[in-house]
């Protein structure tokens, strides 16, 4: 457990993961006239990494006024109040293929890319000239993150028993 707590006032919330993860609390305030946008708020979230699962937490939103006074305090482990919502990401609704057949056959199509990429790169690297080759790893790269967020990790999210092991624990 890896607890804090955020006070207001006398409504203390205690935020608290029962395992590895991240846990933050945001003091957002802004005003925009234009978006009907005047607000001074505390939001506490939390992802908790789980083997094959990234869960995302979020505990009631703390409105404030001018001259509230917001305390961050940590605390020694322990249990936390229950978030007021909880997302999963094998729930998430941009998964992939309920089939396992399709899931193969699209990880194989990304694995096959990437290996022709890949192949470029070496080849950019001794036919371009530096600033060429530095272009062409800028946007490889975004190309490689763009396959995982919208075709390895919506895969793996829903087919956990494809999850390489060396992702396993990360966010997904």
């Known amino acids: 457990y890896a607890p804090f707590l955020v006070c207001k ?3 203390p ?7 590895q993860g991240y846990l933050s609390a945001h003091l957002n305030m802004n005003d925009r006239p234009k978006e009907n946008g005047d ?3 505390v939001r506490i979230s939390g992802m908790q990494t789980e083997e094959t699962e990234t869960v995302h937490l979020n505990w009631p939103t703390l409105n404030l006024e ?3 006074v917001v305390e961050l305090r940590v605390l020694p482990n322990g249990n936390g109040d229950p978030p007021s919502e909880i997302r ?3 729930e998430s609704r941009d998964n992939l293929f309920s089939s ?15 290996r022709r990429l890949t192949g470029l790169l070496r080849k950019s690297k001794e036919k371009e000239p530096a600033d060429e080759y530095r272009k062409f790893i800028s946007a490889n790269t975004a190309v490689s993150w763009e396959l995982g967020q919208n075709f ?6 829903r ?6 092991e060396e992702l396993k624990g990360e966010l997904l």
């Open 152 to 157: 390895l990790y919506p895969v793996y999210r």
């Open 39 to 41: 607000k001074k708020d």
């Open 159 to 164: 087919h956990k028993e494809r999850i390489p």
């Open 100 to 114: 396992a057949e399709l899931a193969d056959e699209l990880l194989k199509a990304v694995s096959d890319f990437e």
């Open 66 to 68: 001018i001259g509230d």
């Open 88 to 90: 999963r990401s094998s």
């Open 13 to 19: 919330i205690v935020a608290s993961l029962p395992g």
């Open 9 to 11: 006032w006398a409504a």
